[in-house]
């Protein structure tokens, strides 16, 4: 087989065989093919998409990269939630304390930022103590004596979606339907969950821009969940602005915390509510979205999802002091008000253009080098369809260095998309995918 046939027959819009599949990612992980090839390969593939069988293939090569985990020794139904990537997105933070609190068992991998979208195990290093790197046998304890352990993803998890996920973030192939797909399932399936609920973002702070495409990743992302045997549920959520009013490592932590404190964002909450559903029925705890429901909203109410997040963080290491008092954490030397330039009605606030902000000033990772800075950040003081006065605060910036403030206030300024009519109310959710169908909201 030679490297040279497979990018001629994809690009000329042929069907790869699993073989020609599985020689492309054993080799390109072992360091046969040269980047170059690879690189052309993914335009192909870009252009010329992969059918489903294609995507399954190149999922199940994937995860025959490298090592799988095996979780069989927890004992429950182990639900793994996975989101796309967005700008504010604390949900795993929150629903994982949740979900463990109604006992379902959360085990769950995750990785850091790249990027304007922020990572959840670099907000988790933000808090004094927490280690996300813990043995294996550890992550098992954790799991089946407090019910909730999120760790970074060990080195030898898929290491061939390192490689090609590299390669894509710097050739402009990253928004493939299939290439997301196998991406995301193949590390899934690699971490020995049982069933999967998928947070699908769609809009300007998301890869999927509209909402066709995001229901097209779901529906394959739930084709392969399905075909190999792993309960899998997506549901297709907005980012055209960012999920609650945190942006940052720090600022997203305090948001986590109120939250499960039962003050969260209305966004935040309402998202977490459906998605934390899913994995209770998925997880054998709910039979149906409202009997969930009510067991969520007793969690918060009885303290006990806060309680689970604190037992998380003692059993990783952590300092929970921070808990009652988030004073304690990293913070910002300067706080800067971002005040509106007209009156009207926030129509839009573009999601990218905020993550890039908070990226600016350091919350992430312009290279894969980068050190976090985790006190800065924006927190937004408006949200879509909240009427604004001319001097009103629209967001406030937590720098560190000053001349960060400026640039960063006209890029905020800039994404607000203010309106002279009043926004009709915006859905969060479009609709749900499973393996009896699509759901349109
Ligand atoms: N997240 C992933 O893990 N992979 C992708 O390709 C896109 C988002």
Known sequence: MRMYDIIMKKRDGGELSKEEIEYFVYNYTKGNIPDYQASALL???????????????????????????????INGIKVDKHSTGGVGDKTSLVLGPMVAACEVPVAKMSGRGLGYTGGT??????????????????????????????????????????KIYALRDVTATVDNISLIASSIMSKKIASGTDAIVLDVKCGSGAFMKNKDDAFELGQEMVDIGTALNRKTVAVISDMDEPLGFAVGNVLEIIEVIETLKGNGPKDLVQLCL????????????????????????????????????????????????????????????????????KEGFVEKIIADEIGIASLMLGAGRETKESKIDFGVGIVLNK???????????????????????????EKIINSFIISDKAIKNKKLIYGVVSDKGIERY
Do not use: W
């Open 43 to 73: 335009m192909a593939i870009y252009f010329k998409k992969m059918n489903k069988r294609e995507t399954a293939d190149l999922t199940m090569a994937m995860v025959n990269s490298g090592e799988t985990i095996d979780l069989t020794s």
């Open 121 to 162: 195990i670099d907000k988790l290093e933000s808090i004094k103590g927490f280690s996300v790197e813990i043995p294996m046998d550890k992550f098992i304890e954790n799991v089946n004596t407090v019910g909730l352990s999120i760790v970074g993803q060990t080195g030898n998890l898929v290491p061939a979606d390192k």
């Open 274 to 341: 459906s998605l934390g559903s899913h994995m209770l029925i998925l997880g054998g705890k709910a039979q149906n979205p409202y009997e969930a429901e009510k067991l969520l909203k007793n969690i918060i109410e009885n303290g006990l999802a806060l309680k689970k997040f604190k037992e998380f963080v003692m059993a990783q290491g952590g300092d929970p002091s921070f808990i009652d008092n988030t004073n304690l954490m990293p913070s910002a030397k300067y706080i800067y008000e971002v005040k509106s330039d």
């Open 383 to 409: 949200k879509v369809g909240d009427s604004v006065l001319k001097g009103e605060v629209l967001a406030k910036i937590y720098a560190n260095t000053e001349d960060k403030i400026a640039p960063c206030n």
